[in-house]
T-cell receptor, first 113, second 114 residues
Framework: DAGVTQSPTHLIKTRGQQVTLRCSPK?????VSWYQQALGQGPQFIFQ???????QRGNFPDRFSGHQFPNYSSELNVNALLLGDSALYLC????????????FGPGTRLTVL | DQQVKQNSPSLSVQEGRISILNCDYT??????FLWYKKYPAEGPTFLIS?????DKNEDGRFTVFLNKSAKHLSLHIVPSQPGDSAVYFC?????????????FGQGTELSVKP
C-alpha cells in the first residue's frame, strides 16, 4: 500500500520565478492538505483540498494556490517566489470524515536564491 | 500567536528510561491532539492521538495524557530506545472527525543515549 508521495524531492529556484509541487495521497484518502515547514519550526497549514475544491486556507498570500485532480492528487503552485519561501513543503492526506489523522509525505525541499 | 507550544527544544534521555515530552495549547476549542515523529529528510510520521473526551491513550511504548483544565498534553515513551531519537511534534485540531487543519508546535528534539 503506497503512502503519500511527493515530487520533486528538491528544487532550486530564483526570486520571481514560479514553482509547482506535486502530491499523490495515500490509497483510499480523499483529502489533501499542504504545509510549509521553515527551518526549526513546526509545519504551518497552507490549505486543504477536498472534491477538487479548496476547503480551508491558512494565513498565506494569494501567491500560493493549489489544485486537486479527480484522482485526488494535488498540486501546490507558488508564484513570484521570495527568499522567504525557502522551506520544506509537506503534503498530507486523510479521509475527510471519520478521522483527523493526517499522513505526511516526505516533502519537497524548495530553495529560493 | 502560537496556539500550540512545545517549550523544550531538546531532551536527552538514557536508553531504557522514560522520555516525557510536553505540549501546551491556548485554544480551548481544540478537540483532537496528535503526536508526530520526524527524522531528518523525512516527513512527519503519525505516532498516537487522543480526542478531548479522553484523558489517556496508550499504544505500546507510547502513552499520551491530556489535561484539559491545564490545556496540557504529554507523550510518554517507556522504555526509550536509541531509535526513538528524532524531533517530536504535537499538533491540535478544532474539528474532530471533520478533517480539520492541524496546528503544530515547534517541536522537541529527543536524543536517547545508549
Amino acid at each position: 500500500d503506497a503512502g503519500v508521495t511527493q515530487s520533486p524531492t528538491h528544487l532550486i529556484k530564483t526570486r520571481g520565478q514560479q514553482v509547482t509541487l506535486r502530491c499523490s495521497p495515500k490509497s483510499g484518502h480523499d483529502t489533501v492538505s499542504w504545509y510549509q515547514q521553515a527551518l526549526g519550526q513546526g509545519p504551518q497549514f497552507i490549505f486543504q483540498y477536498y472534491e477538487e475544491e479548496e476547503r480551508q486556507r491558512g494565513n498565506f498570500p494569494d501567491r500560493f494556490s493549489g489544485h486537486q485532480f479527480p484522482n485526488y492528487s494535488s498540486e501546490l503552485n507558488v508564484n513570484a517566489l521570495l527568499l522567504g519561501d525557502s522551506a520544506l513543503y509537506l503534503c498530507a492526506s486523510s479521509l475527510l470524515v471519520g478521522t483527523d489523522t493526517q499522513y505526511f509525505g516526505p516533502g519537497t525541499r524548495l530553495t529560493v536564491l | 500567536d502560537q496556539q500550540v507550544k512545545q517549550n523544550s527544544p531538546s531532551l536527552s534521555v538514557q536508553e531504557g528510561r522514560i522520555s516525557i515530552l510536553n505540549c501546551d495549547y491556548t485554544n480551548s476549542m481544540f478537540d483532537y491532539f496528535l503526536w508526530y515523529k520526524k527524522y531528518p529528510a523525512e516527513g512527519p510520521t503519525f505516532l498516537i492521538s487522543i480526542s478531548s473526551i479522553k484523558d489517556k491513550n496508550e499504544d505500546g511504548r507510547f502513552t499520551v495524557f491530556l489535561n484539559k483544565s491545564a490545556k496540557h498534553l504529554s507523550l510518554h515513551i517507556v522504555p526509550s530506545q536509541p531509535g526513538d531519537s528524532a524531533v517530536y511534534f504535537c499538533a491540535a485540531s478544532v474539528s474532530y472527525n471533520q478533517g480539520g487543519k492541524l496546528i503544530f508546535g515547534q517541536g522537541t528534539e529527543l536524543s536517547v543515549k545508549p
